[in-house]
């Protein structure tokens, strides 16, 4: 099973918080005496993808998150590949009940990004693998690297080029042209002030993790005390979290206000509260549909956002309009299978299910294509017409799929 992951990080942050506090310091630096270092990523799916090698093994994937307090390795096979003597078992409270929730958490490893090393860096080796963070990004993912990377470095992130720059603090340059926002560090997470508007054209100040982890544009979490404006919305599945899929609404904004800058009509979540949700710490979340529209700078010794907008600054917010969740499956993560179907949907109209396998679209082999150019294909326009092949009780249906915006 590899469902979305939207809030995936929000939930870990809840598991390790017994572990992060640490009295012995946990760090990335500059190699060999550099003023800075450029390390390519990749964009997949809204999940920032580095390479990096432990204890002088890989290279692995690692899903670069700010909202992450500590490193997971979400691929349990490592810990035989990693050479781990010490294998000191956490279990993770507040999530759930039985071994599935249980964790290794190792001694300091060797971690090595081009130009970046380790320095006294732990991690938590899942023993299952929870997320299927493989399956939904379509290659290899084995883990979730957060708040050691950004603590000790300046962190430029490049949406341009898709390249990350790390400086020394105090020895960036250029930070004139970007727009400052002041950061304050809580829990190993960055949060952020900023001011959304609603479409009563009520206004609110919001207290957000700036989470490059989430593949939302943003998320607001239900709060009693401080319910928000009703706005229109539809009933969705927003992800899935270790206690199970996530519940909630999708609706938009009238206006999010990053420093000088104004973003319009943008989609939000509002998750529905469970037990698991800290009331009064926070109201949500700013994800990466937001971010990667600006040219990111992290500095965290001065507790500093630097943005710079990109040219899709002003580009419409749009959600699937297929209303399918799907995955990659198969031994080489090439072929396409349905995990949900919306009810009401478009994929509802026309009869998808569950564990349907998408053969083809528009005559193209899925084999052929991402899973992000299926993503962009299926949020291409309301009314659009798509041509889908579908395996089915060992045969081939093909199927027209009109595309329709709900939100």
Request: aromatic fraction near 8%; charge should be positive; charged fraction near 25%.
């Amino acid at each position: 099973m590899a469902p979305r992951l939207l809030y995936y990080p929000l939930l870990l942050l809840l598991a390790v918080t017994g572990i992060c506090r640490q009295s012995r310091a946990q760090f990335f630096q500059l190699a060999d005496g550099r003023k800075q270092a450029t390390v390519p990523f990749k964009v997949i799916r809204n999940m920032v993808i580095i390479k990096l090698k432990i204890n002088n093994n890989g290279p692995y994937n690692f899903i670069l998150d700010t909202g992450v307090g500590f490193m997971i390795i979400t691929d349990p096979t490592m810990v035989d590949s990693l050479h781990i003597p010490d294998r000191r078992t956490l279990k993770l409270g507040g999530l759930g009940q039985g071994d599935d929730y249980d964790a290794y958490y190792t001694n300091p490893l060797n971690i090595e990004i081009p130009g970046i090393n380790s320095v006294g860096v732990s991690a938590a080796i899942f023993k299952k693998d929870h997320f299927g963070l493989s399956n939904y990004a379509g290659m290899p993912i084995h883990g979730l690297l957060g708040y050691e990377f950004f603590n000790r470095l300046i962190v430029k992130m490049n949406f341009n080029d898709s390249t990350l720059t790390a400086y020394r603090p105090g020895k960036i340059k250029g930070l004139k042209k970007y727009e400052a926002l002041p950061l304050t560090i809580e829990g190993n997470k960055p949060y952020v002030n900023t001011c959304v508007s609603f479409c009563d054209k009520s206004e609110r100040e919001c207290k957000l993790i700036v989470d490059i982890g989430a593949g939302h544009p943003l998320s607001l979490e239900d709060n009693p005390a401080k319910p928000w404006p009703t706005q229109k919305a539809i009933a969705a599945n927003l992800g899935m979290g270790l206690t199970g899929p996530i519940y909630g609404e999708i609706g938009r904004i009238n206006q999010l206000s990053l420093g000088k800058y104004q973003l319009t009509n943008v989609l939000s979540s509002f998750p529905e509260r469970n037990d698991n949700t800290v009331l009064g710490e926070r109201d949500g979340n700013l994800g990466m549909d937001v971010l990667k529209r600006f040219v990111l700078v992290f500095d965290y010794a001065n507790k500093m956002l630097y943005l710079k907008p990109r040219t899709n600054l002003k580009e419409a917010f749009e959600r699937d309009m297929s209303g399918t969740e799907y995955y990659a499956g198969g031994e080489n993560l090439d072929r396409v299978v349905i995990s949900r179907v919306e009810p009401g949907s478009a994929g509802d109209d026309v009869g998808l299910l569950k564990d349907d396998e998408i053969v083809s679209i528009n005559f193209k082999p899925v084999a052929n294509m991402h899973l992000e150019d299926i993503d962009r294909l299926f949020r291409s326009g309301d009314g659009r017409g798509v041509l889908l092949e579908i395996y089915r009780d060992k045969k081939i249906n093909r199927l027209v799929l009109t595309l329709k915006r709900r939100i």
